[in-house]
Nanobody, 131 residues
Framework: QLRLVESGGALVQPGGSLRLSCAAS????????IGWFRQAPGKEREGVSCMSSGGGRAVYADSAKGRFTISRDNARNMMYLEMDSLKPEDTGLYYCATDRRKQTDILLRLGRCRPGDYDSWGQGTQVTVSS
């Protein structure tokens, strides 16, 4: 049974840091594109960062560039999102997602990181940035 479980969300002050983790089970992250997405109240889900199946290409939303880092550990079947210099506008429910289709990987390598490209999702972890 394929499953993704996020953890690490919390209430943090502006300027703080968080590390989100996503544990995959029931399948391997090898040859799988991965992504982190977030949804703020009243807004559509948006791509934060995605990484190609081989790990050689990472895409970041403009709002995340220079502050967030996506990573993966295929041996442990884990993916991560390191978030620094957090801002109130980073508040939202953060989801990890995966997709094994070749087209998703190709689009990612062209710079695309969209929720509609991913077919397996976790339940989300809440990040709140507030003083």
């Amino acid at each position: 049974q394929l499953r993704l479980v996020e953890s690490g969300g919390a209430l943090v002050q502006p300027g703080g840091s968080l590390r989100l983790s996503c544990a995959a089970s029931g399948f391997t992250l090898d040859n799988t594109a991965i992504g982190w997405f977030r949804q703020a109240p009243g807004k559509e889900r948006e791509g934060v960062s995605c990484m190609s199946s081989g790990g050689g290409r990472a895409v970041y939303a403009d709002s995340a560039k220079g502050r967030f880092t996506i990573s993966r550990d295929n041996a442990r079947n884990m993916m991560y999102l390191e978030m620094d210099s957090l801002k109130p506008e980073d508040t939202g429910l953060y989801y990890c997602a995966t997709d094994r289709r070749k087209q998703t990987d190709i689009l990612l390598r062209l710079g695309r990181c969209r929720p509609g490209d991913y077919d397996s999702w976790g339940q989300g972890t809440q990040v709140t940035v507030s003083s």
